[in-house]
């Protein structure tokens, strides 16, 4: 258990650093929590209540001990969205008891995706479908918020597009205090924010809202309010389970298992590598991060992951372990118990206002550039996430992400790079003939790297490259070396594509060599009988070795052969 290893070397010193960075993670979540609620489609308290026993459960259970969890703007996006596919508009009992299963299910999904050591999942959605993915989000969240910003009675819907012509239409009525707050909250938040990024931006804006609301009777003007919020701790349920429902939450609560890991590990990889003093484990990650989804659901809690924002806080403000998150729930806590009655007359506009301000970060202007600059494939792979995104919708945004993620690591892993060498004058070095002008072919000698395992994904490929290598030969070739030092693995495709190239080679009079070998390659070729047909004395360890074999014409005892090709495992297996 992660606790375990660094509560028994709690040192005196760390607590000034805990207590000051959970206090000030504990102030943030008080107003970030309803806004998120809030844009979950549930009633802000919910957004509180998925802030409190989450921060407990990820102290014991998590390996960033500056992760700050809760709910965050993607995954309440993803709520809101799922939400309203299974059901349209829902009553708020009904909406709250969906999140709440939803919740469960993600939870166990990732305890038992932590179980099995699936953790390595992260790695299959890579860095520019995620950017793409949140930048859109960011535009969806701001565009989903426009009936709490301008009091417009705007339908439920994350379609940007309809939203847009339905605002547009809706103009003229637009409730001119509401939008008057909305900007003059967004606008303070900004201020506050480049002034000193010390002061709770949030909570400032959301007392000020508060008493201003009281005390002018917006309420009683038509802004809108958040109401009645339940004083007292989320009391235990039991979420609904039954195969039905389970049927209707599962690809929502798999949806919210993905991009809450995903998230929340790239901020904690963020954290290890600034602190440097532990390591993140993406296996563990994934039990305590279910643990707090589904340890939460019992206290009505709705799905939550790693807050970048609020990491960031507690890092800066000197949290060193898990006890900072534990005061932070404590804060909020008490906040529940004595606070909550007084949040009656929050303007929603406030909220919405918090929610606006903290989704600009999401969209990734610097990376798109950066893409653009350095790599306009995955600048076209983060461009095709993100309007799949806007036009399919979140979810199938998510899905478009993961199956474009694939699809490029299938396509790259399908035609790999190969290099024709040549050796570098006054040297053992052999280089790509394409990179390096100096570098010589040797007369009737092909030599050819490849720099990938060599599988059913790319062995169609390697035969035809090799083939049109030799056919665009304008000169007697001898022999054909192969460079394997790049692949690292040969299954029975890439063994059928070598024996088929054996009889192509053979068939035209080429000798074929094969230099640097790793053992696990070597071990293959012996398995598929490859070993004894490309021969003893045509295996080398390196490429000069094998050209030096070749140009002293096979001399009996050549200086350039040893033994050390051929060795193998498998004879001590079969032995």
């Not at 309203?84 to 009904?94: A, D, H, I």
């Not at 999401?362 to 806007?390: K, Q, S």
Request: proline residues 5%.
């Amino acid at each position: 258990m992660p606790i375990l290893s660094w509560l028994p070397a709690y040192r005196k010193a760390y607590l000034r650093g805990d207590m000051q960075a959970g206090l000030t993670v504990g102030v943030m979540l008080v107003p970030q929590g309803m806004a998120y609620g809030l844009l979950a489609g549930l009633p802000p308290v919910y957004g509180l209540y998925a802030s409190l026993i989450p921060l407990f459960f990820y102290a014991v259970l998590g390996t960033s001990r500056q992760l700050s969890v809760g709910p965050t703007a993607v995954v309440s996006l993803l709520i809101a969205a799922g939400i309203q596919q299974l059901g349209g508009e829902l009553p708020p009992g009904q909406m709250v008891s969906l999140a709440i299963s939803v919740a469960f299910v993600a939870g166990a999904i990732q305890l038992l995706m932590g179980f099995l050591k699936l953790g390595v999942l992260v790695n299959f959605l890579s860095h520019p479908v995620i950017a793409g993915f949140t930048s859109a989000a960011a535009f969806i969240i701001a565009f989903s918020q426009l009936r709490n910003l301008t009091g417009l009675p705007l339908p439920r819907s994350n379609n940007i597009f309809f939203l847009s012509g339905e605002a547009f239409s809706q103009l003229h009525a637009a409730h001119g205090l509401t939008l008057g707050i909305s900007l003059a909250s967004f606008m303070l938040l900004r201020g506050i924010k480049r002034a000193s990024r010390a002061v709770p931006g949030a909570l400032v804006v959301v007392l000020a809202g508060t008493f201003l609301s009281a005390g002018l009777d917006w309420e009683g003007q038509g802004v809108a309010v958040i109401g009645q919020v339940p004083a007292g701790l989320p009391g235990f349920v039991w979420p609904e389970l039954g195969a039905e429902r389970l049927g209707q939450v599962f690809p929502l609560a798999f949806t919210v298992c993905i991009i809450s890991f995903i998230e929340s590990v790239a901020i904690a990889k963020t954290l290890e590598r600034k602190h440097g003093d532990y390591r993140v484990d993406p296996n563990q990650e994934l039990i305590a991060l279910g643990a707090t989804k589904l340890g939460g659901a019992f206290f009505q809690a709705f799905p939550t992951t790693g807050s970048f924002s609020r990491s960031a806080v507690n890092s800066d403000a000197g949290a060193r372990t898990g006890i900072a998150s534990m005061i932070s729930a404590v804060i909020l806590a008490l906040a529940l118990v004595y606070l909550a009655p007084w949040f009656y007359h929050l303007p929603k506009a406030v909220l919405a206002a918090i929610i606006l301000a903290a989704v600009i970060n999401l969209v990734d202007w610097r990376e798109a550039r950066h893409l653009w600059a350095v790599d306009r494939r995955d600048w076209l792979t983060m461009l095709a996430t993100f309007v799949a995104t806007l036009v399919l919708g979140i979810q199938n945004g998510v899905l478009s992400g993961v199956l474009l993620s694939l699809g490029i690591m299938v396509y790259r892993n399908s035609k790999p790079h190969l290099a024709v060498l040549g050796q570098l004058p006054g040297s053992r070095r052999y280089r790509s003939i394409s990179r390096f002008s100096q570098a010589r072919q040797h007369d009737e000698v092909l030599i050819v790297r490849f720099d990938a395992q060599l599988y059913f994904g790319n062995a169609s490929y390697f035969l035809e490259s090799i083939e049109k290598l030799i056919a665009g030969e304008g000169r007697t070739l001898k022999l054909l070396l192969l460079d394997a030092s790049s692949i690292h693995d040969v299954d029975s495709s890439g063994a059928m594509v070598l024996s088929e190239l054996l009889q192509l080679l053979e068939s035209r009079g080429i000798l074929f060599y094969i230099s640097g070998a790793i053992g696990p390659v070597r071990d293959a070729l012996h398995r598929h009988g490859l070993s004894g047909r490309i021969g003893e004395r045509h295996q080398f360890v390196q490429v000069h070795d094998a050209v030096s074999y070749f140009l002293e014409e096979e001399a009996t005892e050549p200086s350039g052969w040893s033994p050390a090709a051929l060795q193998t495992n498998e004879r001590h297996k079969k032995s």
